[in-house]
């Protein structure tokens, strides 16, 4: 395999673990709308008691906001080039940059879901979800911005 291709192919697997993470939040989605229709409205939604729910979702909403302000860090850690580096490597890294950013941007929406499945909280789920489908497509990988940063010559020591 040349050069290009090798970039290609990591750009492809990428891709498609990142649209598998997209359709994981439709899957959410989807389980919440059963979850919400398999319930009367007289029966409620299984739930904590109150005092409890409350926390858990001030839980859920700082556990989501810290993992949020955390993305730009992990994704300048693991994209911080090394001299050693050569180009395979750089590709993989990359692809686990693309990865873990995208698993970071899953958090809030499994945030979201729990609170639905503790409380009913259904608002928050969907608030917390549309957040991580946000973070996934601006995290989404760029081939031009890989091509972009695999073009940038690596730090000397």
């Not at 989605?29 to 409890?52: C, Y």
């Not at 899953?106 to 917390?128: N, R, S």
Request: aromatic share 8%.
């Amino acid at each position: 395999m040349d050069a290009a291709s090798d970039l290609r192919q990591a750009h492809r697997i990428a891709a498609l673990i990142t649209g598998g993470l997209i359709t994981s939040l439709v899957m959410y989605a989807v389980i919440a709308s059963v979850f919400r229709m398999s319930h009367a409205p007289s029966e409620g939604a299984p739930s904590l008691p109150a005092p409890q729910m409350s926390l858990v979702r001030y839980a859920a909403w700082i556990a989501s906001g810290v993992v949020v302000a955390s993305i730009p860090g992990v994704r300048r850690l693991l994209l911080t080039r090394r001299p050693e580096d050569t180009r395979p490597r750089a590709i993989a890294r990359l692809t686990l940059a693309t990865v873990a950013v995208g698993g970071f941007a899953e958090f809030p929406a499994i945030a979201g879901f729990l609170l639905v499945i503790l409380g009913g909280l259904f608002l928050d789920f969907y608030l917390l979800g549309s957040l991580s489908l946000a973070l996934l497509l601006a995290s989404a990988p760029r081939y031009d911005a890989w091509e972009a940063w695999l073009a940038t010559p690596a730090p000397r020591p």
